[in-house]
């Protein structure tokens, strides 16, 4: 333990040593291209309603280790800038942008692995995170009942005024509380994110004025904590916040709060304050808060169910989610995942006789 406390206290001493000074959204490049990210799932415990999708491992590698049900993701974001500024003799403000997330989540008996891409294309004065795509692979496991771990690789690629690359590992856990006093069904999360060589090229930064640096920054970590506040009849109720601490040098709280109706759709809001893009930013470092829907549906399939019984039955889940985001950039995100099969929720029987 004093070993982690000394290298947590070099690195925060290291990290005064540099300058912090990463674009508009460069902490957040991930929950940018999901809607159930959008909207309040970019977290470390899953987001108010412990959704579970695979570019959850970007926040926490250890949130996919209860899955059960093979998932198929993919997702995408349109960006429109409704404050494009003319720049002479420049072209770093467009009207428009996008981005994708394509993944997938293999459980298995000995681990749940994890694979997600996304990518963005902002090229915009309020948000220059330029072109960029990242790839993560995770692997995941239940410990306990109430304890699971995980871990990821990753690697990116990043294009603009030059090109650099990306390459590290994440780790994380989840811990599963007791109910107490109001808060049922509690969760805490924490990960250690971008342990690598992060990507450092020419954009503009927070500080305009100032060289930009690499992002997402090196050595983030996260804490977080989830819980259903209320249950009445069909519904539920419930809500995250998250604290992360990029390279030691900023303070970025979410806060999400989530509805459910009969497991069946989820209404879902979110808000992001990044201390240093407020402070250096003033109102146009200031995100709206996100809202998104998503929606579950049972389909039946006979022609899967050929290759695979278990999955003639499965659930599709539509989403759409929508933000302003920096100097009033417009995103508006949808998407859909498929799981197959049906979630298994009976325990297994014992048969300590043999049956006449």
Not at 15 to 28: I, K, T, V, W
Not at 230 to 242: H, I, K, Q, V
Request: net charge negative; glycine share 10%.
């Amino acid at each position: 333990m004093k070993k982690i406390i000394l290298a947590a206290a070099l690195a925060a001493c290291a990290a005064g040593l540099f300058a912090y000074n990463p674009p508009y959204g460069g902490e957040d490049l991930f929950r940018l291209t999901h809607p159930e990210l959008m909207s309040g799932a970019a977290s470390a415990t899953g987001g108010p309603l412990f959704t579970v999708v695979p570019a959850s491992i970007a926040y926490n590698p250890a949130l996919t280790a209860g899955v059960q049900r093979a998932d198929i993701d993919f997702s995408g974001t349109v960006f429109i800038n409704f404050d494009k500024i003319e720049i002479e003799g420049e072209s770093s403000d467009k009207t428009a942008g996008g981005g994708f997330q394509a993944g997938m989540i293999i459980p298995t008996k000995w681990s749940v692995f994890s694979l997600t891409a996304s990518g963005v294309y902002a090229d915009f004065y309020g948000m220059n995170l330029r072109k960029t795509i990242v790839v993560h692979g995770g692997a995941s496991k239940e410990v306990t009942d109430n304890l699971s771990l995980g871990a990821n690789v990753y690697g990116g690629l990043y294009m603009g005024s030059g090109s650099d690359f990306s390459i590290g590992v994440d780790a994380g856990a989840l811990y599963k509380l007791s109910s107490f006093s109001v808060f049922k069904n509690p969760r805490v999360g924490a990960s250690l994110l971008n342990i690598g060589k992060p990507a450092d090229y020419d954009t503009i930064g927070i500080d305009e004025k100032e060289d930009s640096s690499a992002y997402p920054s090196v050595l983030t970590p996260r804490v977080s904590f989830a819980s259903n506040i209320f249950e009445a009849r069909d519904w539920t109720g419930a809500f995250s916040t998250d604290f992360s601490f990029p390279f030691f040098q900023n303070c970025v709280m979410d806060l999400g709060l989530g509805f459910e109706y009969n497991n069946f759709i989820k209404l879902s809001v979110g808000w992001q304050a990044n201390i240093r893009e407020i402070s250096e930013g003033k109102s146009d470092g200031v995100n709206c808060f996100s809202v998104g829907v998503s929606i579950r549906l049972g389909v039946t399939s006979k022609r899967i169910s050929q290759t695979n019984a278990d999955w003639e039955k499965s659930e599709v889940t539509p989403c759409l989610a929508t933000q302003t985001l920096y100097s009033k950039i417009q995103a508006v995100s949808f998407g859909a995942r498929i799981d197959l099969g049906l979630k298994d929720t009976e325990a297994p029987e014992i048969i300590v006789w043999d049956e006449e």
